[in-house]
């Protein structure tokens, strides 16, 4: 599930959050399981430059229902960012896991006329043609994380680096390894859900990454983005695996499962690395009285990015760092390595699992 977004001169850092219907807003609609922590809030937009108030943008959102605390940061961080510029009016539509619901849910905000649409569709090929509805009707979309295969369905892509993720436990788990003297070490890989992109990708840069230490994956298995499975395959892994040097588990939120079988077993002769950065996480890591000794980011962050970039889009306004006079059309975030050394600074910006 990084770059840094909340730096201004990418103008990143936001969020939405889906409400019911078509809902104009700039309130949040925060889902019972979502903690305040899910993610920094923006800083106040400032008064010069591309912050100060222009031409009024009204942005619509979509996303997926939160039944996940990556999701439901997502959400919250849209709404955030909205609220920080006097000249966005926010329509969000009902959050939903349901394709067809979400299809109808961004005709009806095609309908509505909205200036820009901000979109983190389900899947990416099922609502790529009403995205792309949305583009010949003259509306700018930009596209979360889960890409639509088509680039003329979205006017800009900004997502998460999930092969960076890899890349970036690997590092971790293999300079940990090598400083220690440990040789042939048992790793282990707890992945989301195996058949996914996103998860094969992850898989690819840990791989790659422990290569350049000597070292490879001993044992991996999925665990399905869910703290049920991610106890009952932490404990499949701990009994077939008498000694362990260190474990990658992709998922914060399946960590929480993960974690919960390290501690029935009575286990710590190894350490762990996580991932997306959790703020349970990451708390984890400050008190450094456990396992888990790091995670790597995949910023929820990005819908906060994601409605100022739309914004920029709508007032036709490029990033102010940069010489070109419009938003790029492809912006991914770098996956950063949390650990004790660091964890202060990024702690504000985590999801609560």
Same mark, same amino acid.
């Given at each position: 599930?990084?770059?840094?977004?909340?730096?201004?001169?990418?103008?990143?850092?936001?969020?939405?959050?889906?409400?019911?219907?078509?809902?104009?807003?700039?309130?949040?609609?925060?889902? +019972?399981?979502?903690?305040?922590?899910?993610?920094?809030?923006?800083?106040?937009?400032?008064?010069?430059?591309? &912050?100060?108030?222009?031409?009024?943008?009204?942005?619509?959102?979509?996303?997926?229902?939160?039944?996940?605390?990556?999701?439901?940061? @997502?959400?919250?961080?849209?709404?955030?960012?909205?609220?920080?510029?006097?000249?966005?009016?926010?329509?969000?539509?009902?959050?939903?896991?349901?394709?067809?619901?979400?299809?109808?849910?961004?005709?009806?905000?095609?309908?509505?006329?909205?200036?820009?649409?901000?979109?983190?569709?389900?899947?990416?090929?099922?609502?790529?043609?009403?995205?792309?509805?949305?583009?010949?009707?003259?509306?700018?979309?930009?596209?979360?994380?889960?890409?639509?295969?088509?680039?003329?369905?979205?006017?800009?892509?900004?997502?998460?680096?999930?092969?960076?993720?890899?890349?970036?436990?690997?590092?971790? @788990?293999?300079?940990?390894?090598?400083?220690?003297?440990? +040789?042939?070490?048992?790793?282990?890989? @707890?992945?989301?859900?195996?058949?996914?992109?996103?998860?094969?990708?992850?898989?690819?840069?840990?791989?790659?990454?422990?290569?350049?230490?000597?070292?490879?994956?001993?044992?991996?298995?999925?665990?399905?983005?869910?703290?049920?499975?991610?106890?009952?395959?932490?404990?499949?892994?701990?009994?077939?695996?008498?000694?362990?040097?260190?474990?990658?588990?992709?998922?914060?939120?399946?960590?929480?499962?993960?974690? +919960?079988?390290?501690?029935?077993?009575?286990? &710590?002769?190894?350490?762990?690395?996580?991932?997306?950065?959790?703020?349970?996480?990451?708390?984890?890591?400050?008190?450094?009285?456990?396992?888990?000794? +790091?995670?790597?980011?995949?910023?929820?962050?990005?819908?906060?990015?994601?409605?100022?970039?739309?914004?920029? @889009?709508?007032?036709?306004?490029?990033?102010?760092?940069?010489?070109?006079?419009?938003?790029?059309?492809?912006?991914?975030?770098?996956?950063?390595?949390?650990?004790?050394?660091?964890?202060?600074?990024?702690?504000?910006?985590?999801?609560?699992?």
């Amino acid at each position: 599930m990084t770059q840094n977004p909340g730096r201004r001169g990418f103008l990143l850092g936001g969020a939405v959050i889906g409400a019911g219907a078509l809902i104009t807003a700039c309130t949040s609609n925060e889902p +019972a399981a979502q903690a305040s922590a899910s993610a920094a809030a923006p800083a106040a937009a400032a008064t010069g430059g591309n &912050d100060a108030p222009g031409e009024k943008v009204v942005i619509g959102f979509s996303a997926p229902a939160a039944d996940h605390g990556w999701i439901a940061a @997502i959400s919250k961080n849209a709404a955030d960012a909205a609220k920080q510029y006097s000249d966005v009016e926010l329509k969000a539509v009902e959050p939903t896991n349901d394709i067809n619901q979400q299809i109808s849910a961004v005709e009806s905000l095609i309908q509505a006329k909205v200036n820009v649409l901000v979109i983190l569709p389900n899947d990416g090929q099922q609502l790529n043609q009403v995205a792309r509805q949305a583009m010949d009707a003259g509306i700018p979309v930009v596209n979360v994380d889960r890409v639509f295969p088509d680039k003329l369905s979205y006017r800009t892509w900004i997502g998460g680096d999930n092969y960076g993720m890899g890349v970036a436990a690997g590092h971790f @788990i293999g300079k940990t390894l090598k400083d220690k003297g440990v +040789a042939d070490p048992v790793i282990l890989e @707890i992945q989301g859900i195996a058949t996914l992109p996103l998860t094969q990708d992850r898989s690819k840069g840990f791989e790659d990454a422990l290569k350049t230490y000597g070292f490879k994956v001993t044992a991996k298995q999925d665990a399905k983005f869910t703290v049920e499975s991610g106890t009952q395959v932490a404990s499949n892994l701990l009994q077939a695996h008498k000694k362990i040097d260190a474990i990658w588990n992709h998922d914060d939120d399946q960590g929480i499962g993960v974690m +919960a079988a390290i501690k029935e077993a009575g286990r &710590d002769e190894f350490f762990m690395v996580g991932g997306a950065g959790s703020a349970n996480a990451m708390r984890d890591i400050q008190a450094d009285n456990g396992v888990l000794k +790091a995670t790597v980011t995949y910023p929820a962050t990005m819908a906060a990015s994601a409605i100022r970039i739309a914004r920029l @889009i709508a007032q036709g306004k490029g990033m102010s760092d940069l010489l070109e006079q419009q938003v790029p059309q492809s912006i991914t975030l770098t996956s950063e390595t949390v650990s004790k050394d660091n964890v202060d600074k990024y702690l504000p910006s985590g999801f609560e699992s």
